[in-house]
């Protein structure tokens, strides 16, 4: 077979197959498309109390930023958003150096550690409800047998943050460690050798050498649990559905209270822009942390 045909037969494969996905790529970028075109058309819109709806321009945005319960909601946003991170991240890698070094732990052992992560929100939610209670809950008892005084948890506003971001912590630190394990196993074993041989400590082989080499694989999870956190949602609704009073309620919380409860669509559609537009932006930002650190 000559080169021109070769080239003629590798070009109609290239359109056949072309051909074939074609739809599916299609109706995926439809399916992507059309709800982040709607929402933004709906983000220029006013609905009165009757359904009528009416173009408004950037109404809404210029009310967002006069909005107090905005500004509020970004702020507990950001709040969970980066105790939470710190200390999954801290947290994780710290689970995957032990499940990593811990040679001999029995797989089912390891499947414990890791299982917090497959189980659904709403499960966990619960379940952290049941234990936070302040009457019933088993947290206030351990705290008195232990002969500290109880704590409100979930119902306090000085406390409902950092209760939060714990369960949270519970549930995904398994997922960051997961990430943080595999890129463990993925690291050269050539490199640990001569700092053996040169006589490094252990903290000295963790410091210049485990972590440096890890960096990009911790950026990744923190990107991963950075889309989760800043769209945080299914914990605080099962537990806390923004309170008491609004201290935990979040900028998802906050859209989601006004266009279901409020039925105001397109000032809620305004607030989960801006939340899109804030999510895409910390992705980025990880995007070029990662890309630095990249070896």
Known sequence: MSGAAAALTQ???????????????????????????YTVW??????????????????NYSKLVADREFWHGL??????????????????????????????????VR?????????????????????LDPSLGAANYILQFLGLPPSEWLASPTWVIPTVALIDTWQWTPFVA????????S??????????????????????ITLPLLLPTIVTAAILRSVDLLRFFDIIYITTQGGPGNASNTLNIYGFRVGFEFFNIGYASALMLTLTAIVFGAVLAFNRLRNAVAW
């Open 75 to 108: 702020w507990v946003t950001f709040a969970l958003y980066v105790l939470s991170l710190v200390l999954q991240v801290v947290l994780g890698v710290w689970l995957a150096l032990a499940l990593f070094h811990a040679k001999r732990l029995p797989g089912i």
């Open 178 to 185: 997961l990430i943080v394990l595999g890129g463990l196993q």
């Open 187 to 208: 690291l050269p074993p050539s490199v640990y050798e001569a700092a053996q041989i040169d006589g490094a400590s252990a903290f000295k082989t963790f410091h210049r």
């Open 42 to 59: 709906l983000g220029f819109q006013s609905f009165s109390s009757t359904g009528r709806q009416s173009f408004v321009g950037l109404d």
């Open 11 to 37: 070009d109609r494969q290239r359109l056949e197959l072309a051909a074939l996905s074609a739809p599916a790529v299609i109706f995926t970028a439809a399916m992507i498309a059309f709800p982040v075109v």
């Open 111 to 131: 499947s414990l550690f890791i299982s917090p992560f497959m189980m659904p929100p709403v499960v966990a939610g619960m379940m952290w409800l049941v234990i």
